[in-house]
């Protein structure tokens, strides 16, 4: 059995279940079944499995199938109709607030109530750069602390590095993981 | 394309959904199927051939009348489904991990027609079919149920005519091996021997 050949042949046999093989290639497919066995039994495989294939009959949809698409039709048309006046809404409420926030502000300075949102703003400005100054902080001990171990401490003070971080890590693992684990456990 | 249908997508772009369920109601029955025979099982099909006509429906102006509208709407439901397999291989288990092919036996009795009478053939079927990868179920199905020629396949698919004969060619050959097992199962053989 040459196996590359038989290839060929199964191929042609696709071809020969459509009626799309010529005369002269169905004979000798015909005549390579008769003297190959394992070509012989794909031969039956392939026409079994064909024949069942076309013994199928069509699916076909429960009653009202038409009636349950002009439903989601319509439902899926209104959900399109729904999201777009909620955009326009949306949108809509964005610009009347921006158009009336400036009479808003001019009402509240001559009330004499706009006091109030300066000394708001000025207070969230004023937490806002403690904590820019804060995290500054943070960063440029970080800064100094990475290059200085990246400059080559002495044994010495590597060392202490070490037993430092260790010791934070420690503390820290106590005091907060520790704490947050009791909570749970209680 | 007839001239009734071509009325009906012209009155459909015009924004008259009646006359789109006109369509629908034509084509209800090759959509549904090749959804059925894609995926499986009945409610998907449902949702899937709904799908595509909605898909339809607002690709409707993307249509070219001088295409079959059959070709046209089969190939968005084939499209379709093969994303549907696709997201569903993602989730569930791939064909490797399914038992071996002991499901899809077939006593040497059996034939055909006789099965036919019993009503099994459609699980067979639908068995056989499930062996497939979605791109060699989808010419199968387009071959067998639709009677399509090897082009028309091709411009379902949006593939060469080379590419559905090879398809055609390697989807019979597995479908032959899968019969071949199920039979030697069937016949008492271990699958280990089946697969040999």
């Keep these: 059995m040459n196996k590359q050949r038989c290839e060929a042949y199964i191929e042609w046999m696709s071809l020969a279940l459509d009626g799309m093989l010529g005369p002269t290639e169905t004979r000798l497919l015909h005549s390579h079944i008769a003297s190959c066995l394992s070509c012989a039994s794909t031969w039956q495989a392939v026409q079994r499995a064909s024949s069942m294939l076309r013994a199928a009959p069509m699916a076909e949809p429960q009653p009202g199938f038409v009636k349950r698409f002009e439903t989601r039709l319509a439902y899926q048309a209104e959900q399109r109709r729904r999201t777009m006046v909620w955009m326009l809404l949306g949108i809509g409420a964005i610009v009347l607030a921006l158009l009336a926030l400036p009479s808003l502000l001019s009402v509240l300075r001559l009330t004499g109530l706009l006091v109030l949102p300066y000394q708001v703003i000025a207070y969230a400005r004023g937490v806002a750069n403690w904590l820019y100054l804060v995290a500054n902080a943070f960063l440029e001990a970080s800064w100094t602390l990475i290059r200085f171990a990246c400059t080559g401490p002495t044994g010495g003070t590597c060392l202490l590095l070490v037993v430092a971080a260790a010791g934070m890590i420690v503390l820290w693992t106590q005091l907060v993981v520790g704490r947050l684990a009791g909570q749970r456990v209680r | ?196």
């Design chain 2, 1 to 196: 394309m007839g001239d009734q249908e071509q009325t009906w997508v012209e009155q459909a772009l015009a924004g008259d959904t009646a006359a789109f369920s006109n369509l629908v109601e034509a084509y209800q029955k090759p959509v549904y199927n090749l959804a059925y025979r894609m995926l499986g099982n009945s409610v998907e099909a449902e949702d899937a051939a709904q799908e595509a006509f909605i898909r339809a429906y607002t690709r409707l102006d993307t249509y070219d009348p001088s295409r079959k509208f059959s070709s046209w709407m089969l190939s968005i439901a084939s499209h379709y489904c093969i994303d549907v397999l696709r997201r569903r291989r993602m989730t569930l288990l791939s064909i490797e991990e399914l038992p071996p092919m002991a499901d899809v036996s077939m006593p040497r009795s059996a034939h055909p027609e006789h099965l036919v009478a019993r009503g099994q053939v459609a699980d067979q079927v639908q068995q056989l079919l499930g062996t497939l990868p979605e791109h060699y179920r989808t010419p199968i199905i387009l071959r067998y149920w639709y009677d399509m020629s090897y082009r028309e396949i091709a411009e379902t698919m949006g593939v060469t005519e080379s590419t559905v004969k090879t398809r055609l060619h390697r989807a019979r050959a597995r479908l032959a091996e899968c019969a071949q097992q199920g039979r030697d199962l069937a016949e008492g053989r271990t699958y280990e021997q089946a697969t040999l």
